[in-house]
């Protein structure tokens, strides 16, 4: 077992390093450098080539392509994620607070959405084609079909303009306490929550009735074990097993939620400040913030996979 | 037959019981239809039926337990008196796996794979008889040494995939006898295993109803079984009882047709053919020899088998044996003997680490692609599945003409009449040709796969246990026109199987494979009737189901 | 079983009818819009923000002054015009590739599955971020970043679909009959895909006129002066307390899009005996 374990650790590592290389790609090397891509047109009007060379040389523009991703990627790894172009203040320090924000939000959100969407899931493949089912289904069809950013703004008309109990934009700062965010990530969070609950939930529907109606579920049945115990020792595990299978799209998921809500509410996290990145064209803040997340998504996927390992005991003797 | 004043030795009785699916298109379809029989205490009710006879349907009624969409259309079910179907829910748990338990058809999907085995049944001791963690544990490894599981203790704490086939059946059965159950129900409990342990498991269960005195429902589809395991017999048809007696009398002497076509269809192992084999001459050519044939399995290098552990496990060991022209080669052993494995590498499917093999004198390119044109053709497979040998997207015209016009070049009116030609060979309608596979039954299906295999005019046609998925009636059917198409063409015919009745029909001579390696080899009849491996004849005894085993060492280590 | 019919598939249960329905009357609008449209959409006809209900303006003008109603019929065409370019290339290229990364296997699966991971690590809409701060917010750039973009999750799901059928009977007959690669891809292994393929189309549409509204109303999309629903809501953000209807008429044309959308891919999906959850992205 501990091979499969160091096997999932060095494929991730490996995804990790692929990943850097494409983010370094897609940025700095095929549209031109970080300097050509931050340099508007009119920037290039008014700037006379000198000027130009000498900001090259200034941040390290001019060397080669792999050298630059080397001396990128090392000092990723030790936490110096560069500068900004403008005013060349570290990066690092920029993303910090908002780090620590989209963290705490994103916690919030799965802490939450996770045990919802399974209860759920397993209420509603129970009770498949009676009334609750079919409202529930439904409902959740309508609840992962309408965008994060619309339920953002209608909780926000709702809330914030019907019935003036919170405020329409959030104004915390960056560094505020994690209490005073907490109550202010309220909203943001629910609005990520209701679209995950709905997706989620149907995942796990499936998962749970193909379970209920497997062969060891119906031994289990006709040995006359109370259903409780059916569905919460035997079902519940090989039912989760699926939607864990997919968790990388879990989580990537949830980033793109909290890129789309920190807008729509002003929440000062790092999906903000990308969109404020993207604007300015700080190539290695979008550099940085987007290896982060990959980041996570590998973690968290490397923490599904080993959840997999506990629940399913067939994957630890590696068959060929 | 009456039983007053004996009532208590009734466990079960059914009274015209009839129960129905709704089907696509919103009928009822009746699946078990006005079925009544009666079950003594420590009686051994075999209950005998070929697919969709409502076999299954019927028993797990019995527990009050219906899949989604059944209903019970009439009929009573009472268990020591009391109406099954009238309980609640929470009545009839109490009832199952403690007063009837149930032994499932597949071991492997029916034990929770994510629970260790040992768990799955200290919960119904816990659950049933109230016993706590530890005398549940006790008791678990008594019952697991009853049924004669070898090291019950290292049992006990593995998973269900850690485990044989025949240990996993062991575990299911402890299971279901943890209560004393009065009646245990086994539905085609030996179905996935092997011949010679399924004799292992049923020995087993014919002792432990003797020593618990427990009423068996046993449901198979194979009249020699209940033969051998039953007092009495019920045998069904499209959920209808059609005949009952006691075992003997059904098997040896069957009134009604349906039963009498049944038991002559079955491919008997102690008796000689019943069909006149095709001539072949002894001294005859060659068309296929096989020479020191080896493969193990070493895993291609891919990402996902870094770090694994490599394992160099023979499959097949130096096999040497040669199929004339003409000739039916019979391929027998167990699973894991390698048949399917020298199959797939005579046909060029695999490719085999050491040896050769030569087609009519000349040697074969290990992999199919690399052979000739006319070696691919010469050299056809038919597989085992047959739905998942016909492209369901293709109809069976497309099927049956592709082969001609890959090997021949056939103009497509021609392949078609040709098509036609096959299709009237395998006794087949000539409306199949526009339909698709999904549309045809299972022996129809493999009929088509026969005729495609014809359809390439091939020298020698490799059959992997292509009758191994299908009923008896069929099996006989499918076989016979094999043969006659084989006699027609003169085609060779490799016939691998592990139903040691079909291979004596059908083959001339015959080979005896364990665990890669061939132990006899020789005339079918001298190995079936004076053969001196004694692997040969526990293979034989198991098949015959004789009580031959019972000199063996108890605790089994298969 | 027996396939089922286009007629069985659509009216397969209410909800895909009304799916369906949502679907075939947005199509409509979008394609006969610029007939119906009373004023050219980006042009300035009117005064600023006015109210809804006048004669000239039935809906009201927007924040410049352009025609309301004109800007929000018209809304759709460009996002549903890039999902649909796309997601056609996204799922040929992932079928194709899929297919024979499932069927050659070897160092080209392995090199494909590496490349669809890491992919996979990146959250969509950040990847479309990064795209777009390298090569700009052009169409072109926009639909190329969306097809790339779901190119990796529909690989993966037609490649193990893939996977369950090259080992049975049929494909390997092809193989010993000495059928081509090109071949047996086209005629043994696409055809028994075909559902899969129907289905991630579907459910890749719909979530792709999403991720389009989503990133135009991030600013990352569609550019003004170009009529779209999540730039309009966008817009409206600022006048939320006032003219709240800028924000909601919008919000329920995409709603309704993409409720549509998946109501009918839903049914399309149990209809062909598919699981529609398990394919969405």
């Not at chain 1, 006359?224 to 989760?240: K, N, Q």
């Not at chain 2, 079955?266 to 296929?288: F, N, T, W």
């Not at chain 3, 209410?14 to 959409?41: C, K, N, R």
Request: net charge neutral; proline share 5%.
């Amino acid at each position: 077992m501990l091979w499969i374990l160091i096997r999932r650790l060095t494929l991730s590592l490996l995804i990790l390093f692929l990943a850097a290389v494409f983010v370094f790609l897609a940025t700095e090397v095929l549209p031109g450098d970080a300097l050509d891509v931050f340099l508007t047109a009119d920037d290039l009007a008014v700037m006379d080539e000198e000027e130009i060379e000498e900001m090259r040389r200034d941040f390290g523009l001019d060397r080669p392509a792999w050298v630059r991703f080397w001396d990128w990627f090392s000092g990723v790894l030790v936490g110096n994620l560069g500068k900004t172009f403008i005013h060349e203040v570290p990066i690092s320090e920029i993303i910090w607070h908002p780090l620590i924000n989209s963290v705490l939000l994103g916690v919030v959100i799965t802490v939450i959405t996770l045990p919802v969407a399974i209860l759920i899931g397993i209420l509603t493949g129970y009770r498949r084609g009676y009334r609750e089912d079919i409202i529930v289904s439904n409902a959740s069809i309508v609840g992962y079909s309408i965008p994060d950013f619309v339920i953002g703004t209608c909780l926000i008309i709702v809330f914030a303009v019907w019935m003036p109990l919170f405020p329409a934009v959030i104004i915390a700062f960056s560094d505020s306490p994690p209490g005073e965010l907490l109550a202010v990530s309220l909203l943001p969070a629910l609005t990520v929550i209701i679209g995950h609950i709905a997706h989620q939930s149907r995942l796990l529907r499936a998962g749970f009735i193909e379970t209920m109606n497997s062969e060891f579920v119906e031994r289990v049945r006709l040995s006359g074990i109370p259903e409780g115990r059916v569905i919460f020792r035997h079902a519940l595990p090989a039912s989760v097993i699926p939607t864990l299978n997919s968790f990388a799209m879990y989580t990537a998921g949830v980033l793109s939620g909290l890129v789309v809500v920190e807008k729509v509410f002003g929440y000062p996290g790092l999906g903000r400040e990308l969109i404020e990145a993207v604007s300015r064209r700080e190539v290695h803040v979008v550099q940085a913030i987007t290896f982060l997340s990959a980041t996570v998504v590998i973690v968290m996927n490397l923490l599904a996979d080993l959840a997999v390992i506990i629940l399913d005991p067939r994957v630890r003797s590696l068959k060929s | 037959m009456q039983h007053e004043g004996l009532t208590e030795m009734l466990i079960l009785e059914l009274e015209g019981l009839t129960i129905g699916y709704r089907s696509v298109n919103r009928e009822i379809v009746r699946v078990v239809d006005n079925v009544s029989f009666e079950l003594e205490k420590g009686e051994t009710l075999g209950i005998v039926g070929e697919s969709g006879c409502g076999k299954s349907t019927l028993v797990r009624a019995i527990m009050g337990y219906l899949r989604p969409g059944g209903q019970i259309l009439g009929g009573n079910v009472r268990f020591k008196g009391t109406s099954v179907l009238a309980l609640k829910l929470r009545e009839l748990q109490r009832l199952r796996g403690r007063q009837m338990a149930v032994v499932p058809q597949n071991p492997l999907s029916s034990l929770t794979y994510h629970m260790r085995v040992g768990d799955q049944i200290d919960e119904i001791l816990q659950i049933h008889r109230g016993l706590n963690r530890h005398d549940a544990r006790d008791e678990t490894l008594n019952l697991f040494q009853a049924t004669r599981l070898p090291e019950p203790a290292q049992i006990y704490r593995r998973f269900p995939h850690q485990l044989s086939g025949g240990q996993r059946q062991r575990v299911v059965i402890s299971a279901a006898l943890a209560c004393q159950p009065s009646v245990m129900i086994l539905d085609e409990p030996t179905t996935a295993l092997d011949t010679t342990t399924e004799m292992q498991v049923l020995q087993l269960v014919k002792e432990l109803s003797e020593e618990f005195d427990t009423a068996i429902v046993y449901i198979t589809h194979d009249l020699t079984l209940t033969n051998y395991m039953c007092d009495s017999v019920l045998v069904m048809q499209n959920g209808k009882i059609v005949e009952r007696g006691t075992a003997l009398r059904v098997f040896k002497c069957p009134k009604e047709k349906y039963t009498q076509d049944l038991v002559a269809a079955i491919p008997r192992v102690d008796q000689p053919p019943r069909h006149k084999k095709s001539y072949v001459p002894e001294d005859g050519d060659a068309l296929l020899e096989v020479k020191e044939l080896s493969f193990a399995f070493r895993p291609a290098w891919s990402a996902s088998t870094l770090f694994t552990k490599q394992e160099f496990s023979r499959a097949v060991d130096q096999v040497n044996f040669s199929v004339r022209r003409g000739e039916t080669i019979g391929l027998v052993g167990e699973s894991g003997s390698g048949k399917s494995t020298i199959a797939n590498i005579v046909v060029g499917l695999l490719a085999p680490s050491l040896g050769t093999i030569l087609l009519d004198g000349n040697p074969l390119s290990v992999l199919a692609k690399k052979r000739t044109f006319e070696q691919r053709r010469r050299v056809q497979m038919i597989f085992q599945d047959p739905l998942s040998s016909l492209n369901p997207r293709q109809r069976i015209e497309t099927i049956l003409t592709q082969p001609l016009r890959a090997f021949f070049g056939t103009s497509p009116r021609d392949a078609r009449d040709q098509a036609a030609k096959l299709l009237e060979d395998m006794e087949l309608p000539l409306r199949f040709l526009s339909q698709f596979p999904r549309q045809l039954s299972g022996g129809e299906q493999q009929r088509v796969a026969i005729a495609r295999a014809f359809a390439a005019q091939p020298d020698l046609i490799l059959c992997d246990e292509i009758t191994s998925a299908l009923d008896v009636s069929v099996q006989a059917h499918v076989l016979a026109l094999l043969t006659t198409m084989q006699r027609k063409t003169g085609t060779a015919c490799l016939f691998i199987s592990h139903d040691l009745g079909v291979v004596r029909e059908i083959a001339h001579r015959c080979v005896v494979l364990q665990e890669g390696c061939v132990v006899e080899c020789g005339t079918t009849e001298r190995v079936f009737t004076d053969s001196k491996h004694p692997y040969t004849c526990r293979l034989l005894a198991a098949a015959s189901r004789q009580d031959g085993l019972r000199d063996q060492d108890k605790v089994l280590t298969n | 079983m027996k396939y089922p019919s286009a007629f069985e598939v659509l009216t397969h249960s209410p909800g895909t009818m009304i799916g369906v329905t949502l679907v075939a009357v947005h199509v409509m609008v979008t394609l006969f819009a610029p007939v119906l449209i009373p004023f050219e959409e980006t042009k300035i006809v009117g005064p600023v923000l006015s109210s809804p209900g006048s004669v000239e303006n039935w809906l009201g003008t927007d924040n410049i002054g352009r025609d309301y109603l004109s800007r929000l019929l018209m809304g759709g065409r460009t996002s549903i015009f890039v999902a649909m370019v796309s997601i056609t290339f996204a799922v040929l290229i992932a079928s194709l590739v899929g297919i024979s990364a499932a069927y050659v296997g070897g160092i080209y699966d392995d090199v494909v599955m590496r490349i669809v991971d890491t992919k996979l690590a990146i959250p969509g809409i950040l990847f479309i971020a990064l795209i777009v701060t390298g090569f700009g917010r052009s169409i072109p750039a926009l639909t190329a970043a969306i097809a790339l973009s779901y190119l990796p999750g529909a690989i993966r799901i037609i490649r193990s679909q893939a996977l369950t059928i090259i080992p049975l009977g049929f494909v390997e007959t092809a193989k010993l009959r000495g059928d081509s690669l090109p071949r047996i891809i086209w005629k043994e292994l696409v055809p028994n895909c075909q559902e899969i393929i129907a289905v991630e189309f579907a459910l890749r549409m719909s979530s792709s006129i999403l991720t389009v509204s989503a990133l135009s109303f991030l600013g990352l999309g569609i550019s003004p002066p170009t009529p779209d629903w999540g730039l309009m809501i966008a817009e409206g953000v600022k006048n939320i307390h006032t003219h709240t209807w800028l924000i909601l008429l919008p919000a329920a044309f995409i709603s309704t899009l993409v409720i549509g959308l998946n109501l009918a891919s839903d049914g399309l999906a149990n209809a062909l005996g598919l699981d529609a959850a398990r394919g969405i992205n």
